[in-house]
């Protein structure tokens, strides 16, 4: 038994790494969005909140992630309760993201602008 319980705890140190790992990502990311935003502004870019809104939306999916790998470890229900509430506040803002940046798209197609690659 004592060998089963070796596994369970190397699995447990597993994955709370890969959940730190996911989280330190999104939050470098996050962090590299909003520097490039703030550099954006103050050159005046007019393509400053697609870039800000895809930072936001791939930090947010990396965070996702650490939390849907965090349910790999669950023990209580009320663990599990929370760990869902933070997914569906994640992925709700997830989805307006993308639809924000969809929105922001069409508009920046709608005027024409060709400064964008696309």
């Given at each position: 038994?004592?060998?089963?319980?070796?596994?369970?705890?190397?699995?447990?140190?597993?994955?709370?790494?890969?959940?730190?790992?996911?989280?330190?990502?999104?939050?470098?990311v996050?962090?590299?969005?909003?520097?490039?935003a703030?550099?954006?502004?103050?050159?005046?870019?007019?393509?400053?909140?697609?870039?800000?809104?895809?930072?936001?939306?791939?930090?947010?999916?990396?965070?996702?992630?650490?939390?849907?790998?965090?349910?790999?470890?669950?023990?209580?229900?009320?663990?599990?309760?929370?760990?869902?509430?933070?997914?569906?506040?994640?992925?709700?803002?997830?989805?307006?993201?993308?639809?924000?940046?969809?929105?922001?798209?069409?508009?920046?197609?709608?005027?024409?602008?060709r400064?964008?690659?696309?």
């Amino acid at each position: 038994m004592s060998a089963l319980n070796s596994v369970e705890q190397w699995f447990e140190i597993v994955v709370q790494f890969g959940v730190l790992f996911l989280e330190c990502i999104g939050v470098g990311v996050l962090l590299v969005a909003a520097c490039k935003a703030l550099v954006g502004c103050l050159k005046h870019d007019g393509h400053v909140r697609l870039g800000l809104a895809e930072g936001i939306a791939l930090a947010l999916e990396f965070k996702l992630g650490g939390e849907v790998l965090r349910t790999a470890v669950v023990r209580t229900p009320s663990e599990l309760l929370i760990l869902g509430a933070i997914i569906l506040l994640r992925g709700a803002l997830t989805f307006l993201i993308h639809w924000e940046i969809k929105n922001e798209e069409s508009k920046m197609d709608g005027q024409g602008d060709r400064s964008r690659p696309g």
